[in-house]
């Protein structure tokens, strides 16, 4: 993505070249087409909301409404919360109903498929395998990339069958997954290329920026040019286990890191604040080899059986993304950062499945927050990426293609071009391009992701307090 860090002493414009919002905005009267899944709904006066209200309501109500409860997604045409309810009990249908919710009936509670998804590791932990909660079917939705064949196959086949009927189903992907890995422009660290995602603010008070755990593990200093002097060195990384996310603090305590993101074309998104996910959330992803892409939030907890090892706790996406976008921004159009490119199958030309590390765990485990310390980003001034509808989370899609150039390395901006360097708020830097894990790899030729699918179907939002993936 293109995101961009303003040192003290000077200015840089940090660009990716991208074709413009306007481009964006023609994909988006594509994406109102609600997708209905199982089950039946008892709808009274439900309130309309954007996706982060419903995220936020979801997670306040769900612990109260206990084994009845079997997740829930955002109907981004409607504006509505759908909350899955197993069982007949009138009292928990007009609990939902009074917080202007609407219930709909279905077989499997969260308890049940988190179980199911708990067997899916113990037995089928495999790589080139995926899976995640789809609420709209009520079932867990696996992946296996083509690398899943014969006797793995075998496995997991029988491992989902063994889960009982109605509670899984298996999917082909075309691609392979893997960490989004280039050599290329953007930020640099041994031998890797990845993207800023979002500048942030540590406890302590330092300038930083989170990008890729396997960013973070490939390099331990990062440059803005090819062999460049250093501007910034990683403090925290994890990469495989529970997530995909570092924290990098720039190496000039006087750096001063707005919260935006470059989407191209002179055009900036503030970033207000970072939010949990919801199944079905408009999107937009900005990477500095594919440019400005949208879709849609398709799962979340997702795990995913990458070579390297196995990731759990993602957001998985019908976005595009290929070598190069790793650690780049996934947001709102109306300014909430959602999280961190991770990796996935396909490209944006074929398709493919792209998983990202919420944004929200990885600033809770880093201990860091968006923007300069409190004051990310005010106001909302640039944050119309396109003509989505900010409250139902729809944004502006778009062919932007991310730019080539190097940034000027002694001011960190990862990506040359037409960005507008400006200084807006601290917050989102994230210019460049996804690394990986492998920092030797150079080339584009890593597998890349779904080709983004606008689409305002219905939207998943998780029962926990941080919907993270």
């Known amino acids: 993505m293109s995101h961009r860090r303003i040192p003290k002493r000077k200015a840089v414009l940090a660009g990716a070249g991208a074709a413009g919002i306007a481009a964006a905005a023609i994909l988006l009267p594509h994406a109102n087409a609600s997708q209905s899944g199982s089950g039946s709904a008892a709808r009274s006066n439900p309130k309309t909301m954007s996706a982060a209200s419903a995220a ?85 939705l696996v992946t296996a990339d083509r690398t899943v064949a014969g006797e793995k196959w075998n496995r997991l086949e029988s491992t989902v069958k063994s889960l009982g009927g109605g509670m899984a189903r298996i999917q082909k992907s075309a691609g392979e997954f893997k960490p989004f890995v280039s050599g290329g422009d953007a930020i640099f660290g041994g031998g890797a290329r ?86 079905g959330q408009q999107v937009l992803r900005m990477g500095s080899t594919t440019g400005l892409k949208d879709g849609q939030v398709t799962g979340l907890n997702a795990t995913v059986n990458y070579p390297e090892g196995t990731v759990t706790g993602l957001i998985q996406t019908n976005v595009c993304a290929e070598p190069g976008d790793s650690g780049g921004s996934l947001f709102t159009q109306d300014g909430n950062a959602i999280g961190l490119t991770s990796g996935g199958s396909g490209d944006c030309t074929s398709g493919g499945e792209t998983f990202f590390q919420p944004v929200t765990t990885a600033l809770a485990a880093v201990g860091a927050e968006i923007g300069a310390g409190g004051d990310a980003g005010a106001g909302n001034a640039g944050a119309g990426a396109g003509n989505g509808d900010a409250g139902n989370g729809d944004a502006g899609a778009g062919n932007g293609d991310a730019g080539a150039g190097n940034g000027d390395a002694g001011n960190g ?21 996804a690394g990986g894990a492998d920092a030797g790899d150079a080339g584009n030729g890593g597998e890349a992701d779904n080709a983004g699918e606008a689409g305002n179907g219905d939207a998943a939002v998780n029962g926990g307090a941080h919907n993270a993936g």
């Open 413 to 433: 901006d990862a990506g040359a071009g037409n960005g507008d360097a400006g200084n807006g708020d601290a917050g989102n830097a994230g210019a460049g391009n």
């Open 56 to 140: 936020d309501l979801v997670s306040r109500l769900a612990p109260k409404l206990g084994e009845a409860f079997g997740g829930a997604y955002y109907d981004a045409a409607k504006q509505q919360i759908i909350i899955n309810v197993v069982g007949d009990d009138s009292n928990v249908v007009n609990q939902i109903n009074k917080a202007g919710a609407v219930a709909r009936s279905v077989e499997n509670s969260a308890g049940e498929l988190k179980s199911a998804a708990s067997t899916l590791a113990e037995k089928a932990t495999i790589p080139g395998t995926a899976w995640s909660v789809d609420p709209k079917t009520n079932q867990i």
């Open 194 to 279: 990845c993207s800023l995602g979002f500048n942030v603010t540590t406890q302590d008070g330092q300038p930083g920026f989170l990008t890729a755990g396997h960013c973070g593990v490939a390099a331990k200093q990062w440059s803005a040019e090819q062999n460049g002097a250093p501007i910034g060195t990683v403090q925290a990384a994890t990469f495989p286990g529970d997530g995909d996310f570092s924290l990098v603090t720039y190496d000039d305590p006087a750096t001063q890191a707005p919260s935006e993101v470059n989407v191209g074309g002179g055009q900036t998104v503030q970033i207000t604040q970072a939010a949990d996910a919801a199944v």
